[in-house]
């Protein structure tokens, strides 16, 4: 995560597999498979820390592509 004037952004990256070829189906199973995931851990920041977070995305490797959740 990193820290913004307005709040915080949480980035996860993810090393899964995703097929450019089966386009936007195929980022929407992997956002999907990781949202509760990715809302523990804003729960888990914005209690730690104090701090809304304002943002969330998994960064897909293999694809090359920040997706928001």
């Given at each position: 995560?990193?820290?913004?004037e ?14 450019r ?49």
């Amino acid at each position: 995560f990193f820290e913004e004037e307005d709040g915080l952004v949480l980035l996860d990256y993810k090393t899964d597999y995703v097929d450019r070829a089966g386009g936007k189906d195929a980022i929407c199973r992997v956002r999907e498979q990781y949202r509760t995931q990715i809302q523990y851990y804003a729960m888990a920041l914005e209690r730690l820390l104090g701090k809304r977070v304002k943002e969330k995305y998994i960064y897909l490797l293999s694809a090359g592509q920040a997706v928001e959740c």
